[in-house]
């Protein structure tokens, strides 16, 4: 057989489902014929963007696959390897690439060269008879250690070469370590002596699916708990210890435990001090658990390091803190200093929050979407700018993956992609992504891919008409020129792309417009509402 035939063999023997793909690759037609199903979308990012979000919602037990041609789809393609890289997804790309007799020839791109930055690892195909050993080592880095994106190129004359028809290939099991005993130990001790010890949760506890776990050593020892960005749906946001969500903003709710503490752990986290995250004050005990050493110690001087799989970690905490003879009361102060916090901090939000005027308030979009779906069976997320920092403080997640938010690299348009990659990975949960219009105009073409593929998505607008705030940024701009503002008819934009559209305009529409998109998506259709809104700057 030839080598695309061998790379599409080595998938079906993975158990992959989905190759999104974009426009011309051998894989794609090799893949069709073993019952792979290709995903073609309109641009390379999106396709990269689908992947992320397929490989995300299974927590890397299913793998997204991408394939691009060489050349122009490999550097079309970078900013959805990159932002895949930023956050940490598990996500197989296979380009192709220019034959070998034109290496190092300019200006022949070669994905090798250019994307050892934003990749767990990037090999060239050289041989055609390497592919299984290749494909073995992919595999093996994508479902263990530390999640990211893996690529390899296979030049143009290697892609038609011929492979062995009785190659043997292995899929690669997940090697997931536990911790060290004495690192265990020695944290517990520390736990158990802090007075105000909080727990920071990173999307390590998704990936290690361990929201069981970590409930039951939060109840154990009446641990605060509060999660990244990224983390954010690793502890259900209605349990009494939860204390919300934090990054760039959502800080207000956070503070009070945040800065009282005297020890924070962070679970499953990177504990990074980029824009999008919350800093951690000066002065704390700090214990750090994460699958990477990379992580460890990254930003902070970590007191006690955990290095493990944050599922086998948690357990292994439950049974120290036994053994040590701690945990198992009761504190209705802290759950009663929980409650009034939010009581306070929601009381503060609830004019914006059920906002009747005209154009629409945001948050009042937020707040309708949340108390209208069925959590339980909902994932939504957000885009960049103004919806990202509106929703993810407000929006309360029940369920792992009930709100997916992202944001190390703050890409506008990559929602769309994402929704989509979930929805295909968990087909029976509604999927919904919140983004406003300028992000519509990065990746809005895509939502015909939605429509194409029966993939049944809703797609909230929020439409100002600006870049969001932006003006505070480009005075002399705005004044002159009106640049950070935006034109368009969105939902005859959807219209046209096969989608079931509406365009509300009235607070007192949204939930019937919710309402009547859902009955439109249950045949398989995406819908789209665009809401008309105001610029709203103020945030928690």
């Not at 087909?427 to 939502?447: E, K, S, Y």
């Amino acid at each position: 057989m030839q080598a695309h035939d061998a790379v599409a063999k080595i998938l079906k023997l993975e158990g992959v489902e989905y190759l999104f793909c974009f426009p011309a690759n051998d894989l794609i037609e090799a893949c069709a014929k073993v019952d792979i199903r290709p995903i073609m979308t309109r641009t390379e990012r999106t396709l990269i963007n689908m992947a992320h979000g397929y490989s995300l919602v299974s927590n890397g037990n299913r793998l997204g696959v991408g394939c691009v041609q060489g050349g122009p789809g490999s550097e079309n393609a970078f900013a959805g390897v990159a932002h895949a890289f930023a956050d940490s997804a598990p996500v197989l790309m296979l380009p192709g690439g220019i034959s070998q007799s034109e290496r190092s020839i300019p200006t022949g791109f070669e994905s090798v060269r250019h994307y050892e930055g934003v990749t767990k690892w990037v090999a060239e195909v050289n041989m055609a008879g390497r592919i299984p050993s290749m494909m073995h080592r992919a595999f093996h880095l994508l479902r263990s250690g530390q999640p990211g994106p893996v690529m390899l190129e296979i030049p143009s004359n290697v892609m038609g070469a011929d492979v062995d028809d009785d190659f043997e290939y292995k899929p690669p099991k997940s090697a997931k370590p536990a911790a060290n005993p004495n690192d265990i130990s020695a944290a517990v001790e520390a736990l158990l002596a802090a007075e105000n010890p909080l727990l920071h949760v990173g999307q390590g506890v998704l990936y290690a699916e361990a929201t069981d776990e970590l409930i039951e050593f939060a109840e154990l020892l009446q641990l605060p708990v509060m999660t990244t960005m990224a983390g954010k749906s690793a502890f259900p946001e209605n349990h009494p210890l939860s204390i919300g969500s934090s990054g760039y903003k959502g800080v207000k709710r956070v503070a009070p435990f945040l800065d009282k503490s005297d020890l924070v752990f962070g679970l499953g986290s990177g504990f990074s001090t980029q824009v999008m995250s919350t800093n951690i004050p000066p002065g704390k005990v700090l214990i750090q658990n994460s699958i990477s050493e990379i992580d460890i110690s990254k930003e902070y001087f970590i007191d006690y390091p955990i290095l493990g799989d944050a599922k086998l970690v948690l357990r292994q905490l439950i049974e120290e803190v036994k053994r040590q003879g701690g945990g198992g009361k009761d504190d209705p102060d802290l759950v009663h200093e929980i409650k009034i916090v939010k009581d306070e901090w929601l009381e503060e939000w609830m004019p914006k929050l059920t906002s009747n005027e005209v154009p629409i308030n945001p948050y009042r979009v937020i707040w309708d979407v949340m108390n209208t779906v069925d959590r339980t069976k909902t994932m939504v997320t957000h885009d960049s700018g103004n919806p990202r920092d509106q929703m993810m403080p407000f929006y309360q997640s029940l369920i792992p993956h009930g709100y997916i938010g992202w944001g190390k690299s703050t890409q506008l348009g990559f929602g769309l992609g994402l929704i989509m990659g979930a929805k295909l990975a968990a087909p029976h949960n509604l999927a919904v992504n919140i983004m406003g219009d300028a992000a519509f105009g990065m990746a809005g073409m895509d939502f015909e891919t939605a429509a194409r593929e029966r993939i049944p998505i809703l797609t909230v607008m929020l439409n100002n008409s600006a870049l969001g705030n932006y003006k505070s940024y480009m005075p002399v701009s705005t004044e002159r020129y009106s640049t950070p503002f935006l034109t368009g008819d969105y939902a005859k934009v959807a219209e046209g792309l096969g989608g079931y559209s509406e365009r509300v305009e009235d607070p007192a529409d949204i939930v019937p417009a919710i309402n009547r998109a859902l009955k439109e998506m249950e045949d398989e259709k995406p819908a789209l509402l665009e809401i008309i809104t105001r610029e709203e700057g103020e945030f928690s």
